[in-house]
T-cell receptor, first 114, second 116 residues
Framework: NAGVTQTPKFQVLKTGQSMTLQCAQDMNHNSMYWYRQDPGMGLRLIYYSASEGTTDKGEVPNGYNVSRLNKREFSLRLESAAPSQTSVYFC?????????????FGPGTRLTVL | AQSVAQPEDQVNVAEGNPLTVKCTYSVSGNPYLFWYVQYPNRGLQFLLKYITGDNLVKGSYGFEAEFNKSQTSFHLKKPSALVSDSALYFCAVRDRDAGNNRKLIWGLGTSLAVNP
């Protein structure tokens, strides 16, 4: 039982390049989330998916797109990377999009955009 | 507006001493409250949560937290700190009365350093 896995662990991009961050969970959770973590800013929600087939914007969606490929997988795409997107990205999942639900996090992807 | 404050960027404590990491919140309704821990270069791990009932919540690794509605606080505590407790701690809140707005509001984190 791996929990939440993310690939890659590290990535360096040049401005304007694109890439997709992959996330998968094996806990049969319905809801999945993408966050970014920046020093002094805490965690900010980029997008979330309440259930398979649905996605919604979070606090900071600009410059990102997501795909809920199936119940297990939720990917985050940067179409044209910018230095402001240098951050650590975390994927998380929870059983339901419920107020009491605990979120389980992946190990993160450290992205640098030059 | 909903918010979470962790008033201390860093807390230092000697091994074996009790530790407290503070959290205060502001929501328009009643809160659900969470504590997570992040070890270096790792993702966040769930520690404990307050949903309802007993104001003293016990969680993983010997941590506990006390919900205080009058002071709108949810401080994290441990009776005897270990060096291995050194990490970044995040408090988070949801407003249970916010209807479809189930977004988790995060504090900025408190870095705990336990000195041998």
């Amino acid at each position: 039982n791996a929990g939440v896995t993310q690939t890659p662990k590290f990535q360096v991009l040049k401005t304007g390049q694109s890439m997709t961050l992959q996330c998968a969970q094996d806990m049969n959770h319905n809801s999945m989330y993408w966050y970014r973590q920046d020093p002094g800013m805490g965690l900010r929600l980029i997008y979330y998916s309440a259930s398979e087939g649905t996605t919604d914007k979070g606090e900071v969606p600009n410059g990102y797109n997501v795909s809920r490929l199936n119940k297990r997988e939720f990917s985050l795409r940067l179409e044209s990377a910018a230095p402001s997107q240098t951050s650590v990205y975390f994927c998380a999942s929870s059983e339901l999009l419920a107020s009491t639900d605990t979120q389980y996090f992946g190990p993160g992807t450290r992205l640098t955009v030059l | 507006a909903q918010s979470v404050a962790q008033p201390e960027d860093q807390v230092n404590v000697a091994e074996g001493n009790p530790l407290t990491v503070k959290c205060t919140y502001s929501v328009s309704g009643n809160p659900y409250l969470f504590w997570y821990v992040q070890y270096p270069n790792r993702g966040l791990q769930f520690l404990l949560k307050y949903i309802t009932g007993d104001n003293l919540v016990k969680g993983s690794y010997g941590f506990e937290a006390e919900f205080n509605k009058s002071q709108t606080s949810f401080h994290l505590k441990k009776p005897s700190a270990l060096v291995s407790d050194s990490a970044l701690y995040f408090c988070a809140v949801r407003d249970r009365d916010a209807g479809n707005n189930r977004k988790l509001i995060w504090g900025l984190g408190t870095s705990l350093a336990v000195n041998p």
